[in-house]
T-cell receptor
Framework: GAGVSQSPSNKVTEKGKDVELRCDPI?????LYWYRQRLGQGLEFLIY????????KSGLPSDRFSAERTGESVSTLTIQRTQQEDSAVYLC???????????FGDGTRLSIL | QKEVEQDPGPLSVPEGAIVSLNCTYS??????FMWYRQYSRKGPELLMY????GNKEDGRFTAQVDKSSKYISLFIRDSQPSDSATYLC?????????????FGSGTRLLVRP
């Protein structure tokens, strides 16, 4: 079956622009997570969705970051007024339920010029 | 101090060697432990997960957890060049309702033919 799908795989944009990243979780997975991975570092948690609600947004680094999930399926992560420090790989993971193993997509590699 | 510490390596071993990868952690509430493998420009791939102290074996891989020492290990037997990747440990507290994963920074492994 299909795994977690993320698009675009690469995104290059100018500082100050808005970007939107998309995640298609594994079908039937109710829990969805966004993480960020900076060069040479481990993953940092950003936000957790259970269904369409986001009970844990504690990892979002600033109010420029927001995310939504619709239809208990696709999620989008939006970064407004991008800064150079936003350059990273943004990874999405899903699981059957929160306490089940998380499965990751290949990420969106974001570069801010 | 980071919640999860992991030696970044790189760790270089000859083909066929036994590899030992380790993480230490500071939060005694962590109860659920995972190892992921990440190839370059790919997302993390789940290798092993366990809830309890002791050993769990799956093929060439053995995960070991020592909660009293706050120390986890992944052993790879008969290592192959295809095992060359970055290995990430991750953990969460089952009391965290989001089950967000806290990651080590990863250990780069190179298996020489």
């Amino acid at each position: 079956g299909a795994g977690v799908s993320q698009s675009p795989s690469n995104k290059v944009t100018e500082k100050g622009k808005d970007v939107e990243l998309r995640c298609d979780p594994i079908s039937g997975h109710t829990a969805l997570y966004w993480y960020r991975q900076r060069l040479g570092q481990g993953l940092e948690f950003l936000i957790y969705f259970q269904g369409n609600s986001a009970p844990d947004k504690s990892g979002l680094p600033s109010d420029r970051f927001s995310a939504e999930r619709t239809g208990e399926s696709v999620s989008t992560l939006t970064i407004q007024r991008t800064q150079q420090e936003d350059s990273a790989v943004y990874l999405c993971a899903s699981s059957k339920d929160g306490n089940q193993p998380q499965h990751f997509g290949d990420g969106t590699r974001l570069s801010i010029l | 101090q980071k919640e999860v510490e992991q030696d970044p390596g790189p760790l270089s071993v000859p083909e066929g060697a036994i590899v030992s990868l380790n993480c230490t952690y500071s939060n005694s509430a962590f109860q659920y432990f995972m190892w992921y493998r990440q190839y370059s420009r790919k997302g993390p791939e789940l290798l092993m997960y366990t809830y309890s102290s002791g050993n769990k074996e799956d093929g060439r891989f053995t995960a070991q957890v020592d909660k009293s020492s706050k120390y986890i290990s992944l052993f790879i037997r008969d290592s192959q060049p295809s095992d060359s990747a970055t290995y990430l440990c991750a953990m969460t507290s089952l009391m965290d309702s989001s089950y967000k994963l806290i990651f080590g920074s990863g250990t780069r492994l190179l298996v020489r033919p």
